[in-house]
Nanobody, 125 residues
């Protein structure tokens, strides 16, 4: 059974940093996609960071230059978030797909089969 467990959320002032981790169990990354999403109240779930098939990082424009996705090993994905802004306030989710996703599909939540429980990030002005 696949499980994704996020940790590291919290509350921080604007300009601060947080580090999120996602630990996967029962899941073999292989030729699949792991990504970070976020969802603010009243908004759609937004794909914000992932790796392409060459392990090159891909970011949404809203976080490019401030967030960094990395892998600790084959089963833990980390999201380092710097220079946080109030508009980054959201529930953050780790997601894993059953198939490799392309450069556009990766950001669509409906392509992902597995989800973590989410971790709240709150950024105050």
């Amino acid at each position: 059974q696949v499980q994704l467990v996020e940790s590291g959320g919290g509350s921080v002032q604007a300009g601060g940093s947080l580090r999120l981790s996602c630990e996967a169990s029962g899941y073999t990354p292989g030729n699949r996609c792991m990504a970070w999403f976020r969802q603010a109240p009243g908004k759609e779930r937004e794909g914000i960071a992932t790796f392409d098939k060459f392990n090159k990082t891909i970011y949404a424009e809203s976080v490019k230059g401030r967030f960094t996705i990395s892998k600790d090993n084959g089963y833990t994905v980390v999201l380092q978030m710097d220079n946080l802004k109030p508009e980054d306030t959201a529930m953050y989710y780790c997601a894993a797909s059953a198939l490799r996703l392309g450069d556009v599909a990766w950001s669509k939540s409906y392509y992902y089969k597995y989800w973590g429980q989410g971790t709240q990030v709150t950024v105050t002005a």
